[in-house]
């Protein structure tokens, strides 16, 4: 009886076996997209694309679609479409449906359902491994909208065994995102890859047919590859083994410039297959034109040429890119739509017009695929991707003119030929002409110009007044176009316009100079030319100076008056400050012989220079903020270079158009070096009064190669406190600060720290950013201005010479001072005052929400009363009252045009009046903190109507 038992079990598993063989091998490949249905809202249009086996008997249905906010749905069953152009036994489904997310946030849109076809080579038991697919998005005010790349070349490629195969998605960024892309590994479930994954190259594949690994790829003189190019997508295997479906995946991540960096804001997971088949079939080959960069209003008609060493295959070129779906003006090929032909070579046109609006930070990627139709096996293909770059025209400067009266000057420029579409003008001037011109396809500003950015102006604006100009120096001009996000770009740079000096009708300063590098007994030569242009019946010489100092590259901070007294000399050395870890400048105030004061001279500062300690090597870097020109052709900064305690020698010239950087490699990083830097610059003023060259040194700077100790670790001032909240009123539309101080360093660590970095978080538990500032934090104390809340996490870090950055301090976070009160009466009586039940606000001061109510009645302490009971930093509020019987009459919610205050009008849900008397409410208040467990507070309390 047992053994007909067990022979009727293994008979069962058998049948149930085959069941699963014919009911649950029926998916190939496939992708899910994204697409943000109006910028202004949460929802997004989801579709998966799946490639099926139409020899399944099983259909697509029934698999889950989790959205990544806890929401998911159960797919319907939908038929196959058949898709003769891929193959037999290949079918094609697609599901589209519409999602609406709470929130901002990282959403994880995965699809799974059971199972993918049998019989893949390179997957365990594919047959009962599930299907898994996911894609990334991002929902960020800070991103702005975003959609998922598109893929448009179908996720199923056949090859032969010992030919190499190609793929490409044929993607693109509807948004202008720039693209990358990389293997991974294919799933089962989340964060559950398949079972024995390998991939399509192992070892295996070849043996299990006889062939020798070491010289299996197509020109049999290697092994073979599996390769995918990060930034084209196009995938090479070279060369197939064993014949037999295989199955990869591979990711699509889409970056965005967000400021100065790049972020990853999302990703698109392909799950593909490649067939191989045992064929005699020979690859097609493509002939595609150099990658090309036009400017905005070109026509481009390029010819793409096919052909095929088997003679008599047929062949088709196609060609997938975005260009072909651009509104206006897209991109067009003929034949369209391709077809098969036997004429050699095959061709295809290629003609697009552009625009304006085809401007783009990134190349368009056009992909070209060749196919071919041959009696010895599948067909077989090869991608190639021809990159064109679309650039904007230069701007044209029409006018320059020196307003002298108020030492000005007034640019002019034509309205902008891609006005548009651009966003911004930005003006850009250095000292002194530079009348070289930008390379071939080179946009925006090049470093080497040595211009300086001074205004970013609508698109619109065909005109800047550049006031507060410095006497002496010869200015000059360029424009560049600036094109919105998240497609970006910058046009040519406009030709140069300069203008004549303007007269020297003040002291002119030349030189700021460190002699002697000191903590505490430091040098700082001055020196300035005397206003020789200057109406001398109005202000008669002989002229006396007085030399002013300040902290910093500029402006007026601890400014004091250095010299004694006035001085008759064109010179002036400052001495007694900290020259080795400081930074000044300097401006002169001339008076005439009636001590009647002149206007004073531009400010410049010293030259600061920064070493960062590498490996055999110290990079130099350094700067100075000058009313001169440090930038110009033919006049080389100066490196001098000594063992610590040795006389400085010279080592280098350094091209200041390359930066100012210089690399002095191949050291001993057991010895510590000592440098200096001497800056050569120029006012481009052909005065002979005024130095042709004006040669200023930096301080000297020590540091020692391959130097990774860390400085010590700061620690906040145990006098640091958090918000104070006994005077915080109302918030509306206000901007906060937060004040942080530390402890100085001991004298052994603030020998060595060259600044403080500031790391930021928004909320307890959110990573912490270093805030890029546009000066280093020097001293123990900064304000992190203009906040929308003073809700924020701090940590400091201490940088040392050689660019070692200590651990980051413990943290130290301020807090909101939340608040949200409601009244206990109302008079919904239609007078147009105290109508609506609200919580406090400024408008009980200002108008109550109502215009015929005249509160201004309203005593001092009243108005103070109600401002100390403002709501304060409240992010959503549920409203619920109840009657005295405890049943639900009245419900809201904030959010959109629904604000926090609620503005109740004594109406239930059904829009009727309810009645006098005592009601009860209960308000879940979601309240703007910086630690988000303590994020919601319930408030019950009670209400009375009075009509």
């Known amino acids: 009886m047992m053994k007909y038992l067990r022979i009727a079990i293994a008979l069962f598993g058998l049948l149930l076996s085959s069941i699963d063989e014919v009911l649950a091998t029926h998916l190939r490949a496939g992708e899910i997209t994204v697409e943000r249905v109006s910028c202004n809202g949460l929802t997004f249009r989801i579709k998966i694309t799946a490639y099926t086996n139409t020899g399944s008997q099983v259909r697509f249905e029934a698999g889950t679609l989790r959205f990544g906010d806890g929401v998911s749905l159960i797919t319907p069953r939908i038929e196959n479409e058949n898709r003769p152009e891929l193959g037999e036994g290949i079918g094609y489904v697609e599901f589209t449906t519409t999602h609406t997310y709470p929130g901002p946030g990282r959403y994880t849109i995965s699809y799974w359902e059971r199972n993918r076809n049998a019989g893949i080579l390179n997957i365990a038991g594919s047959v009962n491994t599930a299907f898994f697919l996911e894609t990334v998005i991002y929902i960020d005010p800070f991103i702005g909208c975003d959609n998922s790349p598109r893929l448009l070349v179908p996720p199923i490629d056949k090859g032969c065994t010992g030919g190499a195969w190609y793929h490409n998605p044929g993607a693109y960024d509807p948004d202008g995102d720039s693209l990358s892309y990389e293997f991974t590994v294919p799933k089962q479930d989340r964060g559950i890859v398949v079972g024995n994954y390998r991939d399509p190259n192992t070892k295996e594949f070849y043996d299990k047919i006889g062939l020798d690994y070491s010289k299996s790829n197509e020109t049999q003189d290697g092994p073979p590859t599996f390769k995918i190019d990060p930034v084209t997508g196009t995938i090479v295997w070279d060369a197939p083994g064993a014949p037999g479906e295989y199955n990869i995946a591979f990711r699509i991540y889409q970056w965005r410039k967000i400021g100065d960096e790049w972020k990853q804001i999302g990703y698109v997971t392909r799950d593909m297959q490649i067939i191989i088949e045992d064929c005699l079939n020979q690859r097609p080959e493509l002939t595609v034109p150099q990658d090309v960069c036009v400017e905005a209003g070109t026509v481009i008609n390029e010819t793409i040429l096919g052909d095929d060493p088997d003679v008599g295959d047929s062949l088709k070129i196609q060609a997938y890119s975005e260009v072909f779906q651009l509104n206006p003006s897209p991109a067009t090929v003929t034949p369209d739509p391709a077809k098969f032909t036997a004429v050699r070579p095959a061709t295809m046109q290629f003609s697009w017009a552009t625009k304006c609006d085809h401007v783009k930070d990134q190349s368009y990627q056009v992909v070209f695929k060749i196919s071919d139709k041959s009696s010895r096996g599948p067909s077989l293909v090869q991608f190639k991707t021809w990159r064109i770059t679309v650039i904007a025209p230069k701007p044209i400067i029409q006018t320059a003119t020196l307003n002298v009266p108020d030492r000005s000057a007034t640019l002019t420029w034509a309205p902008y030929k891609c006005g548009a579409t651009a966003e911004t003008m930005e003006v850009w001037r250095r000292v002194d002409s530079f009348a070289g011109n930008p390379g071939p396809c080179v946009t925006g500003m090049p470093n080497e110009f040595g211009y300086t950015k001074i205004a970013t102006l609508p698109i619109g604006t065909t005109t800047y007044k550049n006031e507060n100009l410095a006497s002496g120096a010869k200015y000059c001009y360029r424009l560049v176009a600036i094109f919105p996000p998240p497609k970006g770009g910058k046009s040519i740079v406009s030709d140069e316009i300069c203008l004549p000096p303007f007269e020297l009708d003040r002291s002119i300063i030349t030189n700021v100079s460190i002699d002697k590098t000191s903590e505490t007994n430091g040098e700082i030569l001055v020196k300035w030319v005397p206003p020789l242009e200057i109406d001398q019946t109005k202000f008669p010489p002989p002229y006396s100076y007085e030399v002013y100092r300040a902290e910093g590259f500029s402006g007026k901070i601890n400014i004091q008056k250095v010299s004694p007294g006035k001085t008759p000399l064109t010179q002036y050395l400052d001495a007694g400050m900290n020259s080795r870890d400081k930074i000044f400048n300097y401006r002169v105030l001339a008076f005439d012989n009636n001590n009647k004061p002149l206007d004073s001279s531009a400010s410049a500062s010293t030259v600061r220079l920064e070493i960062t300690s590498k490996f055999q090597e110290l990079e130099l870097r350094w700067v100075a903020f000058v009313p001169w020109s440090n930038s110009v052709t033919g006049m080389k900064h100066v490196v001098y270079r000594g063992l610590e305690g040795d006389p400085l020698v010279q080592i280098a010239e350094v091209n200041p158009g390359q930066g100012f950087v210089y690399n002095d490699k191949g050291l001993d990083n057991s010895k510590s070096y000592c440098y200096r830097v001497e800056t050569v610059g120029s006012y481009g003023n052909p005065n002979p009064a005024i130095p042709n060259e004006l040669r200023n040194f930096s301080q000297i700077m020590c540091a020692q190669p391959d130097d990774k100790e860390k400085p010590c670790k700061p620690k906040f001032s145990v006098s ?60 123990t104390e900064f304000e992190h201005k203009n906040l929308p809340s003073y809700a924020g996490c701090y940590k400091i870090s201490a940088v040392d010479r050689a660019g070692n950055e200590s651990d980051l301090s413990e943290s130290f976070c301020f807090d909101n001072c939340p608040n949200y009160e409601l009244p206990n009466v109302f008079t919904p009586n239609g007078d147009k005052c105290n109508d609506l039940f609200s919580a406090y606000s400024l408008r009980g001061i200002d108008d109550a929400g109502v215009s015929d109510c005249k509160p201004k009645a309203l005593s001092p302490a009243q108005q103070e009363e109600i401002q100390k009971k403002c709501a304060r930093f409240v992010q959503k509020v549920t409203f619920t009252v109840f009657n005295r019987w405890g049943g639900e009459v009245f419900t809201y919610q904030s959010g959109g045009e629904r604000t926090i205050y609620i503005d109740w009008d004594g109406r239930d849900n059904s829009g009727k009046d309810l009645s006098t008397g005592v009601y009860y409410y209960e308000a879940q208040v979601t309240f703007d903190v910086v630690d988000q467990s303590n994020r919601n507070k319930t408030i019950r309390g009670w209400v009375q109507i009075i009509r």
């Open 720 to 779: 640091l406190k958090g918000t104070d909240c006994s005077s915080i009123t109302c918030t509306d539309g206000k901007t906060f600060s937060n004040r942080i101080f530390w402890d100085e360093p001991d004298p052994q660590c603030k020998l060595d720290i060259r600044n403080y970095n500031i790391y930021y978080a928004a909320r307890v538990g959110d990573p912490f950013k270093k805030l890029e500032l546009t000066e280093l934090v020097t001293g």
